[in-house]
């Protein structure tokens, strides 16, 4: 995975970073780091099966996980922004799907909003955060789903959720819309503005795991599917923090391309 940061402000500070702040390996292909000032981001991420038809989108299961720690301790420089880019072999289906209207599950508990859209659920995972709980640094990490949502402008959408009880009583929506992107490396473009949390929380930790299979007129479907045609499926992550900050690169994950029988 390779990654560079950017500030904003300071643009001689932001060119010393882009080059010597590229990300190191931690733990494989799969894995990377990068630290700016205090501020570090570890991620990684994959999906199977990784034999897929060089030439037909195959069903796929993708998976990922970023943590955000402050060395110094306390919490780290608020998330703002993710966006997250698709390979171009990759392709998203969801024609047939149900969908997750956000008022069905604006007051629901993570198991009501489960029961309430069933046939809606793409991927589940959790989301973890700092709070400052009368004066005292306190994590918590709840669980999360991830909807098939209505379309907005004519794009699918993604409805995240999650339900909490400290450090109040509270339950978090988030609508992802997910654009179809024309020519360049990447098919798909997910935008997710991070939500205010009480009590001054800052995100620190977020994962999931995407992939639903579904009958539609009689075939079965997949709402993530893949190709293998160049051997690498890229996924690329873009980071905008409070203060400006920036971190940015490209998750790449080999494939191996099965050919069509003779």
Do not use: W
């Amino acid at each position: 995975m390779k990654m560079f940061s950017s500030r904003k402000t300071r643009r001689a500070a932001v060119l010393t970073a882009c080059t010597a702040l590229l990300a190191l390996s931690v733990g494989g292909a799969d894995a990377a780091l990068i630290k700016v000032g205090n501020l570090v981001l570890k991620a990684e991420g994959g999906f199977k099966p990784s034999k897929l038809s060089r030439y037909d989108h195959e069903p796929i299961d993708f998976h990922g996980h970023a943590n955000l720690i402050n060395t110094q301790g306390g919490a780290p420089t608020p998330l703002e922004e993710m966006r997250l880019e698709f390979d171009r072999d990759g392709k998203l289906e969801t024609r047939g799907l149900p969908v997750c209207p956000v008022g069905r599950i604006a007051h629901a508990t993570v198991d009501g909003a489960r029961r309430k859209c069933a046939g809606a659920i793409i991927g589940t995972g959790h989301v973890g955060a700092i709070f400052d709980l009368f004066g005292v640094p306190t994590q918590a990490r709840v669980r999360a789903t991830l909807f098939n949502g209505p379309r907005k402008r004519g794009d699918p959408t993604v409805v995240g959720h999650t339900f909490t009880v400290l450090p109040t009583v509270r339950t978090y929506v988030a609508v992802i819309p997910i654009r179809k992107l024309k020519g360049g490396p990447y098919s798909y473009r997910a935008t997710f503005d991070v939500p205010k949390l009480a009590a001054d929380g800052v995100l620190t930790h977020i994962d999931g795991r995407i992939g639903r299979r579904y009958e539609y007129k009689g075939s079965e479907r997949s709402y993530v599917s893949s190709r293998c045609t160049t051997g690498v499926i890229r996924t690329h992550g873009h980071f905008l923090f409070e203060d400006g900050t920036i971190m940015d690169g490209t998750l790449e994950k080999p494939c191996t391309p099965v050919p069509l029988l003779p």
